[in-house]
């Protein structure tokens, strides 16, 4: 089992940065695929940026690309999200998940976090 707990959510204003951090425990998430999704208040889950176990392969959605960057730790078992340049409408829940193969469909996720919430006021 894969335990995730993000952290580093909180309230910023547009333009501003934020750092997300994914800590796994429980085993070790080197040979996983890492995601990160968020849902908004009303909305689906949908995918953000995704990160392969060796970090070769990295994808990002369209309205965060650019912006927001994906990368993950190995030796200290964490996967982060810096996300920069900030808007309203990235205003949603974060969710970090674990895959045994690269993916960016929900449904292919075995493990995911709590989430950390984010807002970004205008």
């Known amino acids: 089992q894969v335990q995730l707990v993000e952290s580093g959510g909180g309230l910023v204003q547009a333009g501003g940065s934020l750092r997300l951090s994914c800590a796994a425990s429980g085993r070790t998430v080197s040979g996983y695929t890492m995601g990160w999704f968020r849902q908004a208040p009303g909305k689906e889950r949908e995918f953000v940026a995704v990160?392969?176990?060796?970090?070769?392969?990295?994808s990002y959605a369209a309205s965060v690309k650019g912006r927001f960057t994906i990368s993950r730790d190995n030796a200290e078992n964490t996967v982060y999200l810096q996300m920069n340049s900030l808007k309203p409408e990235d205003t949603a829940v974060y969710y970090c998940a674990a895959d045994g193969a690269y993916s960016t469909k929900i449904k292919n996720y075995d493990y995911w976090g709590q989430g950390t919430q984010v807002t970004v006021s205008s």
């Open positions: 990160i392969s176990s060796s970090g070769a392969s990295i």
